[in-house]
């Protein structure tokens, strides 16, 4: 079956730190591909998509590529700041069911 | 903006106890699922519902059943709640076509004394 793979955190960054969060999957097909930010006692929202090979998500300063031949889609972003304090989770999709990674707990000094 | 909705951010019920977890969405989405949050374990799938009155079975379905009678309302139950269940509960609903994101819930943290 389909599986995520992230890196395990928690990442401790000071403010202006560059982010990168490595996701890889294994899948048949081509799913597509999602990055959710779960903010302390919130649910997950949508943070960026990709649906097909080379695609570039972006959104609020974060950015990841669908990189088909490596089956990743790793998360960046080039100045953190305290407020994206929060667990990332990345996510495939190619059916009904999404499979997600357990994770990554962020965290952001000043 | 799509809004999923859940009856209680917090809920505290007593063991042997049956318990219901409402979810209510407003933009006509054909799949809804629970899932089940614990520390270090992710996000686990319980139940999903790709039409009215259609269900799946997701990883952990055990002592626990679903409901969709309507396309907006997708109702979580725990016949005979345990300890084990202490958990926060998370919706979600997605279209069946397209991108396939999911929307979220605020969660129920829900405690099984």
């Known amino acids: 079956g389909d599986s995520v793979t992230q890196m395990e955190g928690p990442v401790t960054l000071s403010e202006e730190a560059f982010l990168t969060i490595n996701c890889t999957y294994t899948?048949?097909?081509?799913?597509?591909l999602f990055w959710y930010v779960q903010y302390p006692g919130e649910g997950l929202q949508l943070l960026l998509k990709a649906t097909k090979a080379d695609d570039k998500g972006s959104n609020k300063g974060f950015e990841a590529t669908y990189r088909k031949e490596t089956t990743s889609f790793h998360l960046e972003k080039g100045s953190v700041q305290v407020s994206d304090s929060a667990v990332y989770f990345c996510s495939i999709r190619g059916s009904y069911i999404p499979t997600f990674g357990r994770g990554t707990s962020l965290i952001v000094h000043p | 903006d799509v809004k999923v909705t859940q009856s209680s951010r917090y809920l505290v019920k007593r063991t042997g106890e049956k318990v219901f977890l409402e979810c209510v969405q407003d933009m006509d989405h054909e799949n809804m699922f629970w899932y089940r949050q614990d520390p270090g374990l992710g996000l686990r799938l319980i139940y999903f519902?790709?039409?009215?009155?259609?269900?799946e079975k997701g990883d952990i379905p055990e002592g626990y059943s679903v409901s969709r009678e309507k396309k907006e309302r997708f109702s979580l139950i725990l016949e005979s709640a345990s300890t084990n269940q202490t958990s926060m509960y998370l919706c979600?609903?997605?279209?069946?076509?397209?991108?396939?994101?999911?929307?979220f819930g605020p969660g129920t943290r829900l405690t099984v004394t």
């Open positions: 519902s790709y039409d009215v009155k259609m269900k």
């Open positions: 899948a048949t097909g081509y799913p597509s």
């Open positions: 979600a609903s997605s279209l069946e076509d397209g991108p396939y994101e999911q929307y």
